[in-house]
Each structure stands twice: as C-alpha cells, then as structure tokens.
C-alpha cells in the first residue's frame, strides 16, 4: 500500500501522482521551474486542500508545501518556506535545496543543523537498493560502501551531487542513479512531513 493512499482525493495525492508520472525525473540542479503553473497552483492551496484534511502541525504542512515546490524545481519559493520551519524537518527540505541550487557548502551547513533524522534510514536502504540495480559501476560499488555503514551520510551525497555536477570526481554516467536517489529522498521526507501535519 502506498502512503499515498492515505491522502486519496486531495490535491498532495493529485500532484504527487502528476509529478511522479513525468517522463524525467527532477535534476540534480535545475536551471529553471518545471511547470510554473503547478508551482502557482500549490501557492494558492490552503494546507488544509493540500492535505484534504485539518492540519494539527503547522510547520510539518509547511514543510509539505516546501517539499511539493522544491520538487517541482521552484528552489526560490520553497526557501522562503523552508528557512522559516525551525525543527529539522524544515532544515532538511533547505538543505536539499541548497544542494539542488547548487550552494554545496550551504547544503552542508543545514544538514549540520538537521543532525539525526529518522528519514535517513529509508533513504539510505532506497540509496542501496537504486545504486545496486543501476548500469554505472560507480553507484554499484557506491551501494556496497553504503551497504557496509549502518548510517546514511547525507554529506556524501551532496558530495556525489557535486561530483556528478561540478568536479568531475564522479561519472556522468551515475547522474541518472543520483536523480533517482534524489527523487525517492523527497518522497521519504514528503511522506514524513504529511503524516506529521
């Protein structure tokens, strides 16, 4: 059963689903808003038409908001959300933002600031399980170092994303599995938001 299920006939479960149905995934760093209109549109919903439900968590609907922005590329407006959401829910959606902007070193000033998060787990099992299947070789043998920690680096995946992106240090044929990995790493946290709000 997917979590989504929970939130059937509101408008998260309408944009999630449109969003996951695209032909691309979003980039590592996007150059300009996917589809302005749906960033409009999640503008102008209330958290409670988000969510087809009350909300009992201001903040963790606002992260929601912030997410479903952040997702569709529009870094701007879900960092006006983001820095204003004071618990670390909030500073990891501003950290993946900095990460996707990209401001790698600012990305790792908020992930200092999210410390322990109870999505790292999911995301490190998905990160396993995304780079074991993928055609690279370097997110094959990535996947057997994840698979040797017990805890998910979120450092090291800005410095992948930085890798793939700026230096060079990672190839460009592992951007796709960095893609992927990035997409299931919002809905993790996008799902944890909503169930909280």
């Excluded at 995946?157 to 460009?172: H, K, L, N, Q, Y």
């Amino acid at each position: 059963m997917s979590w989504l299920e929970e939130f059937t006939g509101s408008a998260l479960h309408e944009i999630v689903t449109e969003i996951k149905n695209r032909d691309r995934l979003p980039e590592l760093v996007p150059i300009k808003e996917s589809d302005p209109a749906l960033t409009q549109r999640i503008q102008a919903l209330s958290p409670e038409e988000i969510l087809g439900k009350a909300v009992t968590a201001s903040d963790f609907a606002d992260a929601v908001r912030s997410g479903l922005l952040l997702w569709v590329d529009a870094l701007d407006v879900s960092h006006n959300l983001s820095q204003d959401i004071s618990s670390n829910t909030g500073s990891y959606w501003h950290g993946i933002m900095h990460r996707r902007e990209p401001d790698y070193s600012n990305g790792k000033y908020w992930f200092r600031k999210v410390g322990d998060h109870e999505c790292f787990g999911p995301v490190r099992e998905a990160a396993i399980s995304i780079f074991s299947e993928h055609a690279s070789s370097w997110a094959n043998e990535t996947a057997k170092e994840i698979e040797a920690s017990s805890t998910w680096d979120p450092f090291a995946f800005i410095d992948w994303c930085e890798g793939v992106d700026a230096t060079g240090r990672v190839p460009e044929d592992a951007r796709s599995a960095l893609e992927s990995l990035q997409a299931a790493e919002m809905e993790i946290l996008l799902e944890y938001s909503a169930t909280r709000a």
